[in-house]
């Protein structure tokens, strides 16, 4: 069994130092207040049971609060006074430096809880190390001056969430859609350097890459590029290919123009893939600022296309991309895996989606991409036509921000509508499930508790949005200045676009499922739960809608991608309300209004239960079904993609694809037990538990995650239930 220090660091558990505090409290007070040797044994043997229940490390704030119940449960009233006191004398020492701990702890790679905290971070590594310091020193801004105490206090209760605090002391967002199209057209400054229109395909897609470094550095979520706008530079390497050519088979006395066309083609298609191909390996092995990959997405659309020769050589970048990803990357034994970005999205549409269409072969390339790499990830045109509906009565299908944050429709003020160049300022998430069990299972007393906890994360993202209000653009002159979200003069705030809808700001949430659970006694997809929990999902969309309109702030609801705070959420949970069956007793909450992982239910049922909360989500939603390995099954695979286009906005499958590099397995790599109870990585066949020797992929919260996660993730992932 193992505690987690207050550094972060994750040791041994000690019984003997229970014993020690207790016998320390024990000697400070009077004689005829004190308890026996025998006793104060007995509390640390009952305090150590405690902590064995729990099936998961213990924090030391955890086991300090065990010890102050026992002394009240065993009414030794004045030893639990000096203990408390003690203890609260060491928590105000303590304060004085709060970051000192931990950032050693961070050099020395022994903080347990900083290692599992993002899936696609390498806490060994000196620039990621950095980024946690500087996250460390941000907090402690935060938390001792920039926010009020009320709000720190809700979020260390697990009562909201106030994310990313490690970035809020800058005047940071986070995510956008990149509006490539206007920086690779009319020009980018990068690093003080002029980057004019691109004259080839393979030199836009270079500059692309250094255009996602440039953003991923500037703010803290993630960030989506559009195929499209490298779509029209396939033409002008067409051309200038074919003049090349041409010239090249004069002096050999050739001028048949159909050999010229075939030759030139097939150089087109050589520099299509050397400028994917760029792009991939860029993403995958630039390190931001912040010591990770960019977290992009890169969107699949043909009916972006403006023509019908657009849309041709669109097809043949969205071929090329799928070929790519197929095959994968190399690891460092020189074994193909699968890369966690970019993330790819591919839009269900007419002309793709039936065998009868002239660009089904992408549909089916798609579905083989999926079966061996979890990408892409399938977007409904129909669906989102119907739900994404601007104040014209018209529908628009775009891509989301980064893994699912999706932009409520905008109109500009020469009535057309505007996607790329726009953002998010932020997110809190409400803890719905701590609503539930403070509430005691009285629904009044719930919408009453629930109405109290909006109020407070409504307060917690007036703070967001002023923490960005007064910013200058020179803070992020690639966003604000250059074309990626904006182009405004130096010395200009970035004030005019955080109000009237052109940015968001996200009401989060997660734990409906138990949340419901709670109040009804039963899983939200049964009938008679469904209508409670569409009630919740109403209130907080009731919610965005009044705060909108007093603010002229676009307040959206979001299914928030919990990665590590759906651990945190658990154990604060268990602390405060102890473990319930079906409620807390599990190390992890659902995210949003997800199908607990636990529940049997097939595929097809999921999706078309879950489009319902998915159209109630506005600002973010993602849905997935979990599925065995389908590389020789691609039809069944395709039946599930045109159910998504027919039922459900924004949807993905989650495959396995994993190694071992001590034995070469290629396959699943399963989740094992330790004998301290802690769940650890094994390779079935050669038992290898190095996480340093293996590759596991999977997706945790929209995104791929291949650095591993912590326990309350790891649990979730082991329960998953297959829904095909």
Not at 42 to 63: G, L, P, W, Y
Not at 285 to 298: E, I, K, R, S, W
Request: glycine share 6%; hydrophobic share 35%; with cysteine.
């Amino acid at each position: 069994m193992k505690i987690i220090k207050r550094s972060g660091q994750e040791v041994i558990f000690d019984i003997a130092k229970i014993i020690a505090a207790i016998r320390q409290a024990n000697k400070e007070i009077d004689e005829r207040d004190r308890i026996s040797e025998e006793a104060i044994q007995e509390i640390a043997f009952a305090v150590t049971n405690d902590c064995r229940q729990m099936k998961r490390s213990v924090h030391v704030e955890e086991v300090q609060d065990m010890v102050e119940n026992h002394l009240m449960a065993a009414k030794v009233f004045v030893l639990a006074r000096k203990y408390i006191t003690y203890r609260y004398t060491r928590a105000l020492v303590r304060k004085v430096n709060t970051t000192d701990a931990q950032i050693l702890t961070l050099i020395e790679c022994n903080n347990e809880e900083v290692k599992q905290e993002n899936s696609n971070k390498n806490p060994t590594v000196n620039s990621v190390q950095r980024d946690y310091m500087a996250g460390e020193v941000s907090k402690d801004l935060t938390r001792r001056i920039l926010l009020p105490d009320d709000i720190v206090a809700a979020h260390d209760q697990g009562i909201i969430h106030f994310h990313d605090a490690d970035y809020f002391a800058q005047h940071m967002h986070n995510c956008d859609l990149v509006n490539l199209e206007d920086m690779l057209e009319n020009g980018t400054v990068i690093s003080g350097t002029l980057i004019e229109k691109p004259h080839s395909f393979s030199t836009a897609c270079n500059i692309a890459t250094q255009i996602i470094a440039q953003v991923a550095s500037n703010q803290y979520g993630g960030q989506s590029i559009s195929l499209t706008h490298l779509a029209p530079f396939v033409e002008i390497s067409r051309q200038k290919i074919r003049k090349e050519v041409a010239a090249e088979f004069a002096e050999v006395g050739v001028t048949d123009e159909e050999q010229i066309a075939k030759f030139a083609e097939r150089r087109l298609r050589a520099e299509i893939a050397r400028g994917i191909q760029t792009i991939q390996y860029q993403v995958v092995t630039l390190l931001t600022t912040n010591g990770q990959a960019p977290f992009v997405t890169v969107f699949m659309y043909l009916n972006e296309a403006r023509n019908e020769q657009e849309k041709a050589d669109l097809a043949l970048i969205i071929e090329e991309t799928l070929r790519q990803r197929i095959k994968g990357v190399k690891n460092e034994s020189g074994v193909w895996i699968t890369p966690a970005f970019p993330k790819l999205i591919y839009v269900l549409e007419p002309d793709n989606i039936s065998e009868d269409q002239p660009y089904f072969y992408l549909t089916e390339l798609a579905a083989k991409c999926t079966a061996k790499r979890m990408v892409p990830d399938y977007i409904s045109e129909k669906k989102m036509l119907e739900y994404k509906v601007d104040k014209n009565g018209e529908g628009h299908c775009y891509t989301c921000m980064g893994c699912r944050s999706f932009l409520t429709p905008y109109v500009d003020e020469n009535g057309k509508p505007k996607y790329y160049g726009r953002f998010n300022q932020g997110v809190v998430t409400i803890n719905l499930v701590d609503v539930a069990l403070s509430s005691g299972r009285d629904e009044k007393k719930f919408w009453e508790i629930f109405d109290e906890r909006l109020e407070l994360c409504y307060r917690a993202l007036m703070q967001r949005h002023l923490r960005l209000k007064g910013t200058l653009s020179d803070a992020a002159p690639i966003l604000w200045q250059y074309g990626a979200l904006a182009r405004l003069e130096k010395g200009e705030t970035i004030d005019k676009l955080l109000y009237g809808g052109y940015s968001t700001i996200s009401l989060g949430y997660a734990g409906l499922y138990e949340c419901v659970k709670h109040m009804t006694g039963k899983s939200h997809t049964d009938q008679e739960a469904k209508p409670f929990a569409l009630a919740v999902m109403q209130r907080m969309n009731d919610k965005c809608k009044e705060w909108k309109a007093k603010e002229n702030i676009d307040f959206s609801l979001y299914g928030t991608p919990l990665e590590s705070t759906t651990y945190k959420f658990a154990k604060c949970l268990q602390k405060r309300f102890g473990v319930i069956p079906g409620v807390t007793d599990k190390n992890y909450i659902t995210n949003s209004y997800h199908v607990h992982v636990t529940e049997e239910i097939d595929a097809f049922t999921k999706l078309k239960f879950e489009s319902e909360f998915q159209q109630l989500s506005p600002g973010g939603a993602i849905s997935y079904v979990e599925v065995p390995n389908m590389q020789n099954n691609i039809p069944a695979v395709l039946s599930v993609m045109k159910f998504i286009y027919e039922n459900i906005m924004y949807a993905e499958l989650n495959t396995k694809s994993d190694y071992c590099q001590v034995c070469g397995f290629d396959g699943e790599i399963q989740i094992a037990k330790e004998e301290s109870g802690k769940l650890v990585w094994e390779c079935p066949c050669c038992k290898n538990r190095d996480q340093a020797k293996m590759n596991v992929a999977r997706r945790t919260c929209g995104y791929i995650g291949t650095q591993y996660w912590n326990q309350g993730r790891t649990q979730e992932i082991q329960d998953r239930v297959l829904h095909l």
